[in-house]
């Protein structure tokens, strides 16, 4: 998904006390000021939220870091750790999987670079194969399917790597991501990053850091010291890692089939089974360019950010009140020159978090300290999107019903499946005993 990158502040305690004594005031009230006593209570609470998710920032977990290891060629894979296999599936990507080709084909950690064609009908797969890269055509598309996780799933069946990395086209690693997440595998048993974002204009970085800030509102800053419950995981599906075999008999890909969301429906379904899901920071070892203008960002990052089939109705309702009392109404109070305290304590923190996200661009400017003046039409979008979804990319299709709601954990029959245990690369037994898919072993050393 992305990289939210929370801030110090929280809601100033003064205007919350002072919105709370403004409702609780006796007396006889017309009908437009309940209305307005009932919007600020609701406004308070929203605040009181997100001033809690903001607060996780102070114990959020450092961004990750290269680890030391002896030099080798590319292409021969560590010297020490695991065997990295690194797949990018890609649909029409000619004119910008060339960067990320390059740059994984060059680091001494990856085994292999495996290029999952999804149907391109551009020359995809040839500068793929001329790069180095080994080319896989995926099957015909099976109903039921999303492109990317038909092409994740047989790009994961081809890899010979021990640890299996993802990414999409559009992303730019540095040396040392992939021994870095990797290594994150220690810890954790799938593991996304977060990037640092590419864009270019005031207009477009301003647009994608409104976008942003909504997450971080819902879901509090990338890196939680303490992992959220598994229908509060987030993800971002453009550099996700995770041990081959253990995925595998987790048959993760095909359970999300259906999804558009794939990242967060994949996090989110393995998390319930008890895997433990990482969300970390990249710092400077990814960027990633993802839309060419504002009007893509627009499009495309705003039909995806409401995360609606992965939510429950209850919950994306109560996400999208959060932003509308705590994010947009406070900039259009303003803009009507009729702010309350509590607005103004709900912009300030705002400006203090747009302060704060210029470190998850590779370019910071102005943009993103304007951020806040778009926010209402940020909201306006993902409640459209809500409302609205739209089930189409790359010129194909996809019915609502694949992905009315996230699969539960699928039941198994008999014996269990071997997988691998974090840590060690070896294959571990884990029966299931006819229960939901069970978590990866684990080794003694965690």
Request: aromatic letters at 4%; proline letters at 11%.
């Amino acid at each position: 998904m992305t990289r939210p990158t929370g801030p110090r502040p929280a809601v100033p305690l003064p205007a919350l006390a002072a919105a709370t004594r403004s409702i609780a005031r006796p007396g006889r009230r017309g009908p437009v000021r309940t209305a307005l006593a009932v919007l600020t209570a609701c406004q308070a609470a929203a605040a009181a939220a997100v001033a809690v998710r903001l607060a996780r920032g102070r114990t959020r977990l450092p961004p990750l870091s290269p680890p030391t290891a002896p030099a080798t060629a590319p292409g021969d894979g560590p010297a020490t750790g695991p065997r990295i296999s690194v797949v990018v599936p890609a649909r029409d990507e000619e004119h910008r999987i060339g960067p990320c080709l390059t740059a994984a084909l060059a680091d001494p950690a990856v085994a292999e670079v495996v290029v999952v064609d999804d149907g391109s009908c551009d020359g995809t797969a040839r500068l793929a194969a001329g790069l180095g890269a080994k080319v896989l055509a995926a099957p015909p598309l099976p109903a039921g399917w999303v492109g990317k996780q038909w092409a994740l799933r047989h790009g994961t069946e081809a890899a010979l790597g021990d640890v299996v990395v993802t990414l999409d086209a559009d992303a730019r690693p540095a040396p040392g991501l992939f021994g870095a997440v990797a290594a994150a595998l220690d810890s954790y048993d799938l593991v996304t990053v977060g990037p640092r974002f590419i864009c270019d204009g005031i207009a477009e970085q301003a647009l994608h850091s409104a976008f942003l800030a909504t997450l971080v509102y819902r879901f509090g800053p990338i890196g939680p010291s303490s992992p959220p419950p598994p229908h509060r995981v987030v993800a971002n599906g453009q550099c996700t890692a995770f041990r081959r075999t253990a995925m595998l008999a987790a048959d993760g890909f095909t359970r999300i089939r259906g999804h558009l969301t794939d990242d967060v429906a994949l996090a989110r379904t393995l998390a319930a089974d008890g895997w433990a899901v990482g969300f970390l920071d990249a710092g400077g070892l990814l960027e990633v360019d993802m839309h060419e203008s504002a009007a893509e960002v627009w499009r495309e990052w705003g039909r995806s950010l409401p995360l609606r089939d992965v939510t429950s109705p209850g919950r994306q309702a109560a996400d999208l009140a959060v932003l509308w009392l705590t994010a947009a109404l406070p900039a259009v109070r303003l803009a009507a020159g009729r702010p309350t305290r509590l607005d103004l304590a709900l912009l300030a923190v705002r400006l203090l978090l747009a302060g704060a996200l210029r470190g998850s661009y590779t370019r910071p400017g102005p943009g993103t300290l304007l951020s806040p003046l778009l926010d209402p039409p940020a909201v306006f979008r993902l409640t459209a999107a809500t409302l609205r979804p739209v089930r189409t990319w790359r010129g194909r299709s996809y019915p609502a019903s694949a992905a009315e709601a996230l699969p539960a954990p699928s039941a198994a029959s008999g014996g269990g499946p071997a997988v691998a245990e974090p840590g060690s690369g070896r294959p571990g037994t884990v029966t299931t005993g006819g229960g939901r898919p069970a978590r990866p072993g684990r080794s003694a050393a965690r």
